[in-house]
């Protein structure tokens, strides 16, 4: 029933609402140990959503690492859904806790998309991971990212173009420029 209450909140927007029944859910669930995994893990991947859209990224990221936990232990998610579970935390650590944490998830995600018949995506999960990466400040990570994902996308036969450009906006990143105000750049530039 609180898992259903929270569902019927989240979609009336009422967050609060959401937020309380999650919680309240946790608890019993820990207390009694008697929780569906399928279900638990759905209700901590549901709170640490509630927990990002109020601006508590520490908490929904503690949050989601529970999850994935607990989703190890059920039965019922396909591999494609544990690898975006897994995609989801990894973003989350790219942004607010452990790159090298977020590359190990890709990884294991990337294994279990690859695992399954139509997993597609691998390129695009690792493409999206590097952007992030990148943005977050993490050019060895992002570097690393993007060129399993460049592997991916030619043996996939996609388009290479949006790697490609992580790539080099890594390597520009990494360049001593001593500005990175485009107009300073300019100025200073020699006329060749």
Known sequence: ?????SR??????????AEDALQRFRTVAVA???ADPGQHWVALAMLAR?????????EALEIQREAIAVLDEAHGPTEIERATALESLAQMELLHGSAGAAEALLVRAAGLRAAEEEGGGIA????????T???AG???VAERLAEKALEEATAEGLDLAPINTILA???????????????DLYLGASPG
């Open 1 to 5: 029933p609180l898992l259903g209450l």
């Open 124 to 131: 695009s999960m690792l493409t999206a991971a590097a952007g």
């Open 138 to 140: 993490e050019f060895d």
């Open 8 to 17: 019927v909140a989240m979609q009336s927007g009422d967050i609060p609402a």
């Open 169 to 183: 906006d890594t390597a520009w990143m990494r360049a001593r420029r001593g500005t990175d105000n485009l107009g």
């Open 50 to 58: 509630t927990c990002t859209l109020k601006g508590r990224d520490e």
């Open 133 to 135: 990466a990148l943005g």
């Open 32 to 34: 009694t140990d008697a």
